[in-house]
T-cell receptor, first 113, second 112 residues
Framework: SAVISQKPSRDICQRGTSLTIQCQVD?????MFWYRQQPGQSLTLIATANQGSEATYESGFVIDKFPISRPNLTFSTLTVSNMSPEDSSIYLC??????????FGPGTRLTVL | AQTVTQSQPEMSVQEAETVTLSCTYDTSESDYYLFWYKQPPSRQMILVIRQEAYKQQNATENRFSVNFQKAAKSFSLKISDSQLGDAAMYFC?????????FGAGTTVTVRA
């Protein structure tokens, strides 16, 4: 399984600001995924990030709010823009394994005041 | 997105006993994958077990086993000989391509 790291592990931000979350994988992967987990809730897919192309966003998520970069096969960033308290969540990145499973990073806990 | 339903918000089990978590899903596909993930308070998502729909044999990983009933679209997880370290949120997940659909989760507490 891939080893995935995320930075920062947690942050407290003021409303109206933006935060960029980094996801680094120890091997080259085609697809990377970004999820949001609101407090006490399940995981919701934000977007799929492929290297060399625009990210594909799920219903309810837009590029202006959650811009994603994927500059190479081991790295991706997710920016949460113009934050409000409703954006307080855990944000997780993941990559696919060999049997359609996904392996997850440790998550970034974001609190917006 | 496919629907994955976990009807048990919380389950409690005595240490060394067995607990079963239920999961049902809705799909018209014949080929797909099912997973159980564990999320302890550290929030790390850990893959517990996977099941391929075309395999009739139920998957087993040490103390974790599943009861996969394809016709009933049911995929339950049994944790045997429960340990304190099993305390976590457990999520059932489905995919037939590369996107995972998750259930709402079941919180498992283990009583010493």
């Amino acid at each position: 399984s891939a080893v995935i790291s995320q930075k920062p592990s947690r942050d407290i931000c003021q409303r109206g600001t933006s935060l960029t979350i980094q996801c680094q994988v120890d091997s080259q992967v085609t697809m990377m995924f970004w999820y949001r987990q609101q407090p006490g809730q399940s995981l919701t897919l934000i977007a799929t990030a492929n290297q060399g192309s625009e990210a594909t966003y799920e219903s309810g998520f837009v590029i202006d709010k959650f811009p994603i970069s994927r500059p190479n096969l081991t790295f991706s960033t997710l920016t949460v823009s113009n934050m409000s308290p409703e954006d307080s969540s855990i944000y997780l990145c993941s990559v696919t394994g060999g049997s359609n499973e996904q392996f997850f990073g440790p998550g970034t806990r974001l609190t917006v005041l | 997105a496919q629907t994955v339903t976990q009807s048990q918000p919380e389950m409690s089990v005595q240490e060394a006993e067995t607990v079963t978590l239920s999961c049902t899903y809705d799909t018209s596909e014949s080929d797909y994958y099912l997973f159980w993930y564990k999320q302890p308070p550290s929030r790390q998502m850990i893959l517990v077990i996977r099941q391929e729909a075309y395999k009739q044999q139920n998957a087993t990983e040490n103390r974790f086993s599943v009861n996969f009933q394809k016709a009933a679209k049911s995929f339950s997880l049994k944790i045997s000989d429960s340990q304190l370290g099993d305390a976590a949120m457990y999520f059932c997940a489905y995919t037939n391509d590369y996107k995972l659909s998750f259930g709402a989760g079941t919180t498992v507490t283990v009583r010493a």
